[in-house]
């Protein structure tokens, strides 16, 4: 059985609890007042954040643990029975499905016309977001579970090859492919014409979008599975040696360090709540190194 947990954002409070028949890898999207969110089970759920019944529920032929996007009036997913599902986000209805040849564990990614999407196949695919055709494909070397990002006319993405690849967003043309030491899980991150990615060889890299030319790069006592991200001229991730980081976005100088006894494996979220910038702070100040 899997739970999902409705908390208070400022309290901690617990609100409401959500059973499902199978467990919940899949990290929900809420948006306009839904939250929708797959489940082991195969199902692509809908649930009203307000009332928290469930709204519609679209089932696929696999295990949905890729996180649903929202763009315009669809859900679109990744599903293990390999294919992209593309929902209407009011009635939950099929609108399209795109086959691939591998399970799906990367999160879509919707820019203008596309929908770009990982997968374990090792390609990535670049889908019409009205018809859903595959208009072009980008073949790896290994799986990819690191979801994409769009940015400056580009693709970015990490693949368990080892490499951080930036596509031409549009013809899927190669603008470069940056060699790590081990996979790449972790998404990207981009800021001021610089991509930040972690690695499992321990690292978070700073390139820049021009080139992939490694502006700096940063490594913890751990692997990187939790992607960046960047508030205040600050990069903050977690690595797998239980530390939360901030590092200085310039030069990649250490700001802070927070030892969270654990392994960290998600992602760090500022959402501009005074309490949670008051927490962010307090670790500043337990950890400020010179």
């Known amino acids: 059985m899997g739970q999902l947990f409705k908390l208070n954002a400022y309290t901690g409070e617990k609100l409401h609890v959500y059973s499902f028949t199978s467990q919940i890898l899949s990290t929900p999207m809420v948006k306009d007042g839904f939250l929708y969110i797959g489940s082991g089970d195969g199902n692509l759920y809908c649930i009203d954040v307000q009332g928290d019944a469930i709204k519609w529920t679209y089932p696929t032929s696999g295990a949905v643990h890729s996180s649903p996007t929202v763009y315009n009036n669809l859900v679109i997913v990744g599903s293990y029975d390999a294919k992209v599902h593309a929902v209407d986000k009011n009635t939950g209805s099929g609108v399209w499905t795109c086959s691939t040849s591998g399970p799906i564990y990367s999160s879509p990614t919707a820019k203008g016309n596309f929908v770009y999407v990982g997968c374990a196949d090792g390609r990535l695919y670049a889908i019409d977001i009205t018809s859903g055709n595959n208009i072009w494909t980008y073949q790896t070397g290994s799986e990819i579970q690191s979801s994409p990002i769009c940015y400056s006319g580009n693709v970015i993405f ?25 996979r790449i899980v972790s998404s990207p991150y981009a800021y001021n014409q610089v991509i930040y990615v972690g690695a499992y060889d321990y690292n978070l890299y700073a390139l820049r979008i021009i080139d992939g030319s490694v502006k700096w790069k940063y490594k913890t006592d751990g692997l990187i599975k939790s992607s960046p991200v960047i508030y205040q001229n600050k990069v903050y991730f977690g690595s797998y040696d239980k530390y939360l980081y901030a590092l200085d976005t310039a030069k990649g100088a250490l700001m802070w360090k927070q030892n969270i006894n654990g392994l960290i494996e998600c992602s760090p979220v500022i959402n501009g709540l005074i309490n949670n910038i008051k927490k962010i702070k307090t670790l500043k100040n337990k950890k400020r190194l010179g």
């Open 158 to 182: 990490g693949s368990n090859d080892q490499r951080i690849h930036c596509l031409d967003s549009a013809s899927g043309k190669k603008r470069w492919a940056v060699q790590t030491t081990d």
